[in-house]
């Protein structure tokens, strides 16, 4: 498949130089100083996700699945949400989870292994992290039909409406599941957004395996409207993110958004994407930095300049320490902790099995 | 007291159990209009409307996905899936998300959803529609299995499981959904917790352990038993996840004799279990090995040979004869 081109179908407002372009459907009525904010996110998005990969390597962590590059279409389209919009993640969302407020450190819960997703600090309003591809889109189905079952969906007045994000990426278009949720969401006019992140690659798998046609276009097939856009661009991203999320609180159904990325490091920190792909392609994309031509841009308009971005690199030195203290600060359990946290009304079996294993452990001691 | 099917016991507790609990919901194929195929939800939709009996588009997988995103934020959905062999495409839901999400979240997200499964043999169906899937479920933490054998325990059952906070897989014995039997409308409550097993018929030679649509065939042997001499305990174990091994024990402690029957195939079936835990506990009291009456290890067969397939009557006296002459 070959490259999309910016044109009435592949939506960009700012192009891989930095400059600002027009789009005959999308603008974007922000401010350079909003864009600022954008590009800070950005910024330590990156920082977040390269430290995390650095704990890893260090062998602090188990895994860690990186953003590196998909910072535009992350916190583009995390800024275009607000209250009471409900936001569905999969797993590398970490740019999206900056934005609703969950804290960094938290993340490294699940990726360390002292706990599954109970982190304290995650918004009721941020689903947990999901590993089965695609199986949460079907969760943010169900969720916008609760909301219009709350009567959050088409009101007069806007601000008491809302929606649903859910994001998924290349790979996961070709799951049942996904497809299932497509369906849902048409035939119950479901408030959901589905944001799929076309990073081009599932794991090895690239994307002409997964689809033969652009992913935007299957929209059409289920009956709701698909859009592409420069998934590198976070004015486009925030434009087309608030449309489509407008468009959905008021009640018209649900979008598909393909954001066009690329995902700059590996699938997950256990991958080796040399073995599948080349640098050349790599390069290229690297020429599309999200975060470069936006500090291009705001930097040549003057609403950053280098105290402002020497400010923001200190910031993200210290949210990085913060994170190394954090992680291996983080608290241990005992396995002893997780038994009444199966059921919320936990079968005696189970509490009769936490006591041998704890009457096996003590054994242990006194034989010491 | 009102005389009722089991079907139209299982109607009768979703519509209270729709009244009582606003944020109850249906959702499935063909239950709204046409009020599911074997009608358990017949004039539900008439009654509380589309948004609260949903009629679903056909995928089990997406039943079940979105009844986790309407879980989450609160509501209560009872699923139907409207063959046991048809639950398979919502399998990674249930075993992935379902059964999971409460652990996954620290114990603070409640997916309280009740999955209705018509399940088991003997209506003369083609495939996928005669299945007994529910030791897969029993041998999932997360979810609780439970199946009620008479109209009277359907109706409080299902009541029970829309108003419990773990995720709940429900089986209906489909070939019982029209034996009748008496149903009180007018009680306040369950005499029985969800969970508990009941001795049907006490007995003291032999203890036969049993659920679901092959209760009434024990209930029936023991019957048949008592003109030889023979008298049968009959236990309708009512949940299959948790066991109630109080109840199974000290029946079993009481008569030394054990025979698990169920429909299921033999293999890792619920009868492996508890057979298990039997020994385990009751190891010096028995007087017979713990025997099983279950289906072959095969795929459900031709509707023509499931009789021979089935336990039935004679299957089960026969297991009572080597357990009583060991």
């Not at chain 2, 649509?213 to 049968?232: F, H, N, S």
Request: negative net charge; contains cysteine.
């Amino acid at each position: 498949m070959t490259e999309p081109l910016p044109g009435p179908d592949f939506v960009q407002l700012l192009d891989p130089a930095g400059n600002r372009v027009q789009h005959p459907d999308f603008s974007y009525s922000g401010t350079d100083a909003d864009l600022a904010a954008d590009l800070r996110d950005m910024i330590l998005a990156r920082r977040i996700d390269t430290e995390a990969t650095a704990l890893q390597r260090k062998g602090e962590l188990g895994l860690w699945a990186p953003l590196l590059g998909q910072e535009a279409s992350q916190i583009g389209s995390a800024r275009a949400l607000r209250d009471p919009d409900l936001i569905v993640p999969s797993y590398r969302e970490h740019g999206v989870a900056w934005c609703a407020g969950v804290d960094p450190v938290d993340l490294l819960t699940t990726f360390r292994g002292t706990g599954m997703t109970e982190w304290p600090s995650r918004p009721a309003n941020f689903h947990f992290y999901s590993f089965v591809i695609g199986a949460q889109t079907l969760h943010a189905v169900g969720m916008a039909m609760a909301q219009q079952r709350d009567g959050v969906v088409g009101n007069p007045e806007p601000a008491d409406n809302g929606a649903t994000i859910v994001y998924f990426g290349d790979g996961a278009t070709s799951q049942g599941d996904v497809n299932e949720a497509f369906i849902f969401a048409a035939s119950f006019a479901a408030p959901v957004v589905f944001f799929c992140q076309n990073n081009q690659y599932a794991i090895s798998e690239p994307m002409v395996l997964q689809s033969k046609i652009p992913l935007y276009r299957r929209a059409a097939g289920f009956g709701f409207p698909g859009i592409r856009v420069d998934g590198n661009d976070v004015i486009a991203v925030r434009a087309v993110t608030a449309w489509a999320m407008e468009r959905a609180r008021r009640g018209e159904g649900p979008v598909l958004i393909e954001a066009y990325t690329y995902r700059m490091g590996a699938h997950t920190t256990s991958d080796d994407p040399t073995k599948y792909r080349q640098s050349a392609e790599e390069d290229s994309w690297r020429a599309k930095d999200p975060i470069e031509r936006l500090k291009t841009y705001l930097t040549r308009v003057g609403a950053v300049d280098a105290a402002w971005l020497d400010a923001v690199a200190a910031e993200s030195d210290a949210l990085a320490e913060r994170m190394r203290t954090g992680c291996l600060a983080l608290p241990e359990r005992g396995l002893e902790t997780f038994f009444d946290q199966a059921y919320a009304d936990t079968p005696e079996l189970l509490l009769r099995q936490r006591d041998e294993h704890l009457a096996y452990e003590a054994s242990f001691e006194e034989s010491r | 007291m009102t005389t009722m099917t089991m079907a139209k016991a299982l109607n009768a507790g979703l519509r209270k159990a729709l009244a009582a609990e606003p944020k109850a919901l249906l959702a499935g194929e063909d239950i709204g209009k046409l009020g599911g195929v074997f009608r358990v939800t017949e004039g539900l939709q008439a009654e509380f409307g589309r948004d609260r009996v949903i009629d679903s588009p056909l995928a089990e997988s997406g039943i079940l996905g979105t009844a986790v995103g309407l879980a989450l934020r609160g509501y209560r959905p009872v699923v139907e899936i409207q063959f046991d062999g048809f639950v398979y495409p919502a399998f990674d839901q249930i075993i992935s998300q379902v059964s999971r999400l409460r652990f996954r979240s620290g114990g603070t997200a409640s997916v309280p959803i009740v999955v209705r499964i018509p399940y088991g043999g003997s209506i003369g169906a083609i495939e996928h529609h005669s299945e007994s899937p529910e030791a897969y479920f029993a041998h999932t933490p997360g979810l609780k299995v439970v199946s009620p054998a008479s109209p009277v325990d359907a109706y409080w059952m299902i009541q029970q499981a829309v108003a419990a906070d773990d995720p709940i897989i429900f089986f209906e014995p489909k070939r019982r959904y029209h034996d009748k039997g008496e149903v009180d409308l007018d009680q306040q409550s369950a005499e029985l917790s969800l969970f508990s097993a009941r001795v049907v018929k006490p007995g003291t030679h032999a203890t036969l352990l049993t659920y679901g649509p092959m209760v009434r065939t024990c209930l029936e042997a023991a019957m048949l038993a008592a003109e030889e001499g023979r008298d049968l305990e009959v236990v309708d174990l009512r949940s299959l996840s948790p066991l109630d091994d109080a109840v199974i024990l000290e029946s079993v402690r009481r008569t030394g004799r054990a025979i698990v029957v169920h429909e299921a195939v033999g293999t890792l079936g619920l009868g492996a279990e508890i057979a298990a835990r039997i020994q385990q506990n009751c190891f010096y009291e028995l007087d017979a090995p713990v025997l099983r009456v279950t289906g072959y290890d095969l795929p459900y067969p031709p509707s023509k040979v499931e009789d021979a397939y089935l336990p039935d009557l004679d299957r089960v006296l026969d297991a009572v004869d080597r357990s009583l002459s060991w």
